[in-house]
């Protein structure tokens, strides 16, 4: 089993940055695949961005390609999502998953491990 806390998260002015940090304790964190999720006021969770156990395959909802990054570090058992260009409709709370399927997944029935959120908040 694996817990995860995400942390980075505030509030931001349009066109501003801000990088989402999501760390995991308890087993292997280099054997998942780690997803970021974001669920809107009065919308359901959605997929964001994954990124494979190597890093060696990472994947975007298109509303985010170009200006999101998902990047990790085994050593520090640590997920991270850099979030450039921000816009009032990443408004969201932010959350990191933890799936141990042999792919990398935008389906939230693929994680089972989720943390409690971050919120992100984009004004202007």
């Known amino acids: 089993q694996v817990q995860l806390v995400e942390s980075g998260g505030g509030l931001v002015q349009t066109g501003g940055s801000l990088r989402l940090s999501c760390a995991a304790s308890?087993?292997?964190?280099?054997?998942?695949?780690m997803g970021w999720f974001r669920q809107a006021p009065g919308k359901e969770r959605a997929f964001v961005a994954a990124?494979?156990?190597?890093?060696?395959?990472?994947d975007y909802a298109d509303s985010v390609k170009g200006r999101f990054t998902i990047s990790r570090d085994n050593a520090r058992s640590t997920v991270y999502l850099q979030m450039n260009s921000l816009k009032p409709e990443d408004t969201a709370v932010y959350y990191c998953?933890?799936?141990?399927?042999?792919?990398?997944?935008?389906?939230?029935?693929?994680?089972?491990?989720w943390g409690p959120g971050t919120q992100v908040t984009v004004q202007g």
């Open positions: 998953a933890a799936s141990d399927g042999p792919i990398i997944y935008y389906q939230q029935n693929r994680y089972g491990y």
């Open positions: 308890g087993r292997a964190f280099s054997r998942y695949n």
């Open positions: 990124v494979s156990w190597s890093a060696a395959m990472t």
